[in-house]
């Protein structure tokens, strides 16, 4: 155990030595302030900068160079960054593909996201020090298509929380303020974007690991449902753990540049470069016209109730919709804590044992991940005990639910939740509009889901010890493997989002996590939407976000994020 602790010490200083050296390496132009040819570059839409490059009027270096000042500025100011691969990218820029659908862009990547010669530690020190082997499927499609990855970002260990830190590159501050989270499990992709160092970022998404943070710092993604984004040879925290998908989908700075980044990868055929890829091409999907658009609202999961400020993100979209004509209605689906207890056991059916393999001793761990995980490690009677006690005594029947259920799966439980997901899946099919099923909601059901990503904006730094439990309202989407986007929409507001002294909170969940919202406290960080469609339907969910953000901006009341 001493020596395992000693082995995880080295390994952290030697990592963030060698982070250290490759910047302070970098020659001397990635030091110096930004010029206005850098700002002008930065300034611009993926598909101009493609435009200039294919045109041979901007150099793919050029851009490299105003993206990596920028990077490295953002790493000073929230410690984002794990890989810093840009002394390597400079040659990888002078090859690039000219001609591709990506000729000469920066792409920022999850540090899991796999690069030949480089680590992806996922912030495990066992795992620092091992290079991989060979490109992911991904990185792959992305050098052919001209694209130049020269950053990879930061992560909390475990991949299972909304909360980026780990002992070997440490904490990612949230962009807008210090103290507060980024998001997680994709913070650094989230971090750069908001601060204009990337405009195109890989995230992955398991329980909301790229909406959250894009709520969190204010940027755009959709998370792919299953087998529709490349996944092939990246590192996993889980690998094997497919009872809630996992997915790897794009992050970006802009909607504009989000669907350039979607057609882009499209274009490229990714079914060719990874087997698990349906073939698929991206579709031109327009949005009825001859009848209204009827949105079904989420407007509570009955574990946290949104935040003022994220409900009023909410009633704005509602709002300016209606406003246009379209029909707004309270969602009628399935219980959503039921989508809850299904999915947290799926996750970690195995204890933990997984995604806690390569924990060396006294290695520091997400405040969340390490209660859960020491409630795995209590004997079965005390955590029924423990259920017991809220159930009866503390008379909190949505705290006792989860507490009753934790505890490591035998595989008949395993194949049986598997059953109950796919049950569950059935009868949320029913709300959609066009679905063709016994008990359909027909000319009832709606075309699009409006949700809030999380219950409040961008926490503290250690606010995942309870907020882990609020996951919901991304998590369920997981289950489901639907479509989801997540666009901002406003700032939290000292005055308007200030949580009424009537509010009382219904479980221990939303109890702990509500002790973290202060709204003068968390004014002007961003607050966000989240969209959704059926499974597979990322082009559709794509123009839900157009619509929504076109009306915004025709009202006046566009969100405005952080100058570059």
């Given at each position: 155990?001493?020596?395992s ?13 060698e ?5 302070a390496s ?6 110096e302030?930004l ?6 570059i930065?300034s611009?839409?993926?598909?101009s900068?493609?435009?200039?490059v294919?045109?041979?009027s901007?150099?793919?270096?050029d851009?490299l160079?105003a ?7 953002a790493h ?5 960054l ?12 002078s090859?690039a ?9 920066p792409v920022s990547l999850k540090d899991?996201v796999?690069v030949k010669?480089w680590?992806?530690s996922m912030g495990?020190?066992a795992?620092?020090?091992k290079p991989?082997?060979?490109d ?7 050098r052919?298509?001209g694209a130049?990855p020269?950053v990879k970002?930061n ?5 299972l ?6 002992d070997?590159f440490?904490s990612t501050?949230?962009p ?6 980024s998001?997680g499990s994709?913070a650094?992709e989230?971090?750069?974007?908001a601060?204009g160092?990337?405009r195109?970022a ?7 690991s ?11 993604s959709?998370?792919s ?5 490349l996944k092939q040879g ?6 094997g753990?497919e009872?809630?998908p996992?997915t790897?989908s ?20 990714p079914w ?7 073939r698929i091409?991206?579709r031109?999907?327009k949005l ?17 109730t ?5 409900a009023r993100?909410?009633k704005?979209?509602t ?10 209605v309270t969602l009628?689906?399935?219980?959503p804590?039921?989508g ?21 001793a006294f ?5 969340g ?12 009677f005390?955590?029924k005990?423990?259920a017991?006690?809220y159930?009866y ?8 639910g ?7 799966k ?14 569950y899946r059935s009868?949320?099919f ?5 679905a ?12 699009f889901i409006?949700t809030?990503?999380n219950?409040?904006p961008a926490?503290?730094?250690g606010?995942m ?8 309202y991304?998590?369920l989407?997981?289950?489901l ?6 666009m901002?929409i ?7 989002d ?5 509010f ?5 969940i939303?109890?702990?996590?509500y002790?973290?919202?202060d ?8 607050v966000?939407?989240q969209?959704?469609g059926?499974r597979l339907e990322?082009?559709?969910?794509l123009e839900?976000?157009k619509?929504i953000?076109?009306l915004?901006r025709e009202?006046?009341t566009?969100?405005?994020g952080l100058?570059?």
């Amino acid at each position: 155990m001493l020596f395992s602790y000693l082995s995880h010490r080295r390994a952290c200083r030697d990592k963030q030595q060698e982070r250290a050296e490759r910047i302070a390496s970098l020659k001397p132009i990635y030091h110096e302030p930004l010029t206005s040819q850098d700002k002008e570059i930065l300034s611009r839409s993926v598909s101009s900068l493609v435009a200039s490059v294919q045109t041979s009027s901007l150099s793919p270096s050029d851009i490299l160079v105003a993206y990596s000042k920028k990077a490295l500025q953002a790493h000073a100011q929230t410690n984002c960054l794990t890989e810093v691969m840009i002394a390597s990218a400079e040659n990888w820029a002078s090859t690039a593909n000219r001609s591709g659908p990506l000729a000469g862009v920066p792409v920022s990547l999850k540090d899991l996201v796999s690069v030949k010669g480089w680590d992806s530690s996922m912030g495990y020190s066992a795992l620092v020090g091992k290079p991989m082997a060979a490109d992911g499927a991904l990185v792959r499609l992305l050098r052919d298509a001209g694209a130049v990855p020269y950053v990879k970002t930061n992560v909390p260990m475990t991949m299972l929380s909304l909360e980026s830190t780990n002992d070997v590159f440490g904490s990612t501050d949230n962009p807008h303020k210090k103290g507060y989270t980024s998001g997680g499990s994709s913070a650094g992709e989230a971090v750069l974007l908001a601060l204009g160092a990337a405009r195109l970022a890989i995230g992955t998404d398991v329980a909301g690991s790229v909406r959250a943070p894009a709520h969190f710092s204010g940027v755009y993604s959709i998370k792919s449902s299953m087998y529709r984004f490349l996944k092939q040879g990246s590192a996993s925290s889980m690998p094997g753990q497919e009872g809630v998908p996992a997915t790897h989908s794009p992050m970006t700075r802009t909607l504009e540049d989000l669907e350039t980044f979607w057609r882009a990868v499209f274009q490229m055929k990714p079914w060719n470069y990874d087997y698990s890829v349906l073939r698929i091409p991206w579709r031109d999907v327009k949005l009825p016209e001859d009848r209204p658009i009827r949105w079904g609202v989420l407007w509570d999961d009955g574990v946290v109730t949104p935040s003022p400020a994220c409900a009023r993100a909410l009633k704005t979209v509602t709002a300016i919709l209606e406003k246009n004509g379209h029909e707004v209605v309270t969602l009628k689906c399935p219980s959503p804590y039921e989508g809850l207890q299904i999915a947290s056991q799926l996750l970690l059916a195995d204890g933990g044992k997984t995604a806690s393999k390569n924990h060396r001793a006294f290695e520091s761990n997400d405040a969340g991940m390490t209660s859960a995980f020491r409630g795995f490690r209590l004997p079965y009677f005390v955590m029924k005990l423990y259920a017991w006690y809220y159930r009866y005594i503390r008379r909190d029947p949505i705290y006792a639910g989860l507490i009753d259920t934790h505890y490591e799966k035998t595989m008949p439980e395993f194949y049986a939740l598997i059953a109950r997901r796919e049950d569950y899946r059935s009868r949320w099919f029913k709300v959609w509009r066009d679905a063709e099923v016994e008990g359909r909601q027909g000319d009832e059901g709606v075309d699009f889901i409006l949700t809030v990503p999380n219950s409040l904006p961008a926490v503290p730094h250690g606010g995942m010890r309870h907020g882990w439990k609020a996951c919901g309202y991304t998590f369920l989407f997981n289950l489901l493997d639907y479509s989801a986007g997540v666009m901002p929409i406003t700032h939290v507001d000292a005055t308007a989002d200030a949580l009424p002294r009537t509010f009382r909170p219904r479980n221990a969940i939303e109890r702990n996590y509500y002790r973290m919202y202060d709204a003068s406290a968390m004014e002007g960080l961003p607050v966000g939407v989240q969209i959704v469609g059926r499974r597979l339907e990322e082009e559709r969910v794509l123009e839900g976000m157009k619509l929504i953000e076109r009306l915004l901006r025709e009202a006046g009341t566009g969100y405005v994020g952080l100058p570059l």
